[in-house]
C-alpha cells in the first residue's frame, strides 16, 4: 500500500539515509539543509508498505517576469527514490503529490527542477515538465593580471546578496530566492574553502565546490564589471578552477511546470528564464 504525505521531524534519519544512498553527500551538506531550511511541511515523502521509500524537497522560490508578474513557483530539490525500487513509477506518483500539494496548500502557480543530466531531463518531461532555464558555463584561462586587484572579495550575507542579486536581474525572467534559501546555499558554499556568497567589485559571486575544483556557480553583474572580477579571480579564489556560469542560452538548465492550464497556455515557451542557483 502506498500513502504519500509531508514529512515528520522523526523521519530525519530515514530522509537522511535515502539522501545518503541517492546522491551520497557529505553528512555537513545534509547538516546545512536540515539545519537552514528543512521544515516538515518542506519535504513530502512516499512510504510503501510503511517504509519511506521516496521523497522530494521543495524550495518556495518566485518566478518573476519583465511585465512585473510574479508568481510563486516551488523548486523541487532532493527528489530521491530508494535504489531497490527505482523504475517502479513512484518518483512520478510523488511529484502529482507535490503539484496538488504546493497549488492547493501552498498557493503555488508553478513548480521548477533541475535535473542533474540529460536522462533526468527526459524523466521530468515525462511528468510534466518541460525546458525553460537556461544559462552559460564558460572557463576563463587568461593569467592573473600583475599588481594589486583593484577590489577585495567581499563576503555577503544572505539578505545582502539577495538585494545585490534582485537588483542586477531586474527586467529580466528569472527566479528569486527567500532569504533562508540563500542561507542555505551560503551555508553549502562555506564547506569548500573559498566557497560563499561574495561581492567581487560592482558584480556578486556565489562559490562551491564542484566536481574538479571550486567553481563559480552564479556570477551576476554589468558586462564590464563580471569582466573585472573575472580578471581578478583567479588571485582573489585560490583553487578556482577557472570554470563561471552566467545569465546566457549556451546550456539547458532547468525545467518549469505549471500548475494552471491557463498560465502554461499564455507562456512563451519560445523565450528562456534565468534560474542560476540550483543548490547543486
Not at 561574495?198 to 558584480?203: L, N, Q, W
Not at 546550456?251 to 491557463?262: A, E, I, R, S
Request: hydrophobic share 40%; net charge negative; glycine share 10%.
Amino acid at each position: 500500500m502506498i500513502h504519500m504525505r509531508t514529512s515528520r521531524p522523526e523521519d530525519i534519519p530515514r530522509l537522511r539515509e535515502l539522501w545518503r544512498l541517492a546522491f551520497g553527500d557529505p553528512e555537513a551538506y545534509m547538516d546545512a539543509f536540515f539545519q537552514c531550511w528543512y521544515r516538515p511541511e518542506r519535504m513530502l515523502v512516499l512510504e510503501e508498505e510503511g517504509e519511506l521509500r521516496s521523497m522530494l524537497a521543495w524550495f518556495d522560490t518566485w518566478l518573476d517576469v519583465p511585465d512585473g508578474n510574479r508568481w510563486k513557483a516551488g523548486y523541487l530539490y532532493a527528489v530521491a527514490t530508494h535504489p531497490d525500487r527505482r523504475g517502479q513509477g513512484l518518483s512520478g506518483a510523488l511529484q502529482k503529490y507535490a503539484a496538488a500539494y504546493l497549488r492547493g496548500e501552498q498557493g503555488c502557480q508553478a513548480m521548477t527542477t533541475v535535473p542533474a543530466n540529460p536522462s533526468l531531463h527526459r524523466f521530468f518531461a515525462a511528468n510534466g515538465f518541460r525546458e525553460c532555464f537556461t544559462h552559460s558555463v564558460r572557463v576563463w584561462d587568461a593569467p592573473v593580471p600583475e599588481g594589486e586587484p583593484p577590489f577585495r572579495l567581499e563576503r555577503l550575507s544572505a539578505a545582502d546578496y539577495g538585494r545585490a542579486r534582485e537588483a542586477i536581474l531586474s527586467g529580466t525572467a528569472h527566479i528569486s530566492y527567500p532569504e533562508q534559501a540563500l542561507a542555505f546555499q551560503e551555508e553549502a558554499g562555506a564547506l569548500s574553502p573559498g566557497g560563499g556568497l561574495y561581492a567581487a567589485g560592482a558584480a556578486v559571486l556565489c562559490a562551491e565546490e564542484g566536481e574538479r575544483g571550486l567553481v563559480i556557480k552564479e556570477l551576476l553583474g554589468k558586462p564590464e564589471d563580471v569582466e573585472l572580477a573575472l580578471r581578478w579571480a583567479g588571485a582573489l579564489l585560490p583553487g578556482w578552477t577557472g570554470e563561471y556560469r552566467t545569465p546566457g542560452s549556451q546550456v539547458p538548465f532547468g525545467m518549469l511546470q505549471w500548475l494552471y492550464p491557463g498560465l502554461e497556455r499564455r507562456w512563451d515557451w519560445s523565450s528562456s528564464a534565468y534560474l542560476g542557483l540550483a543548490f547543486d
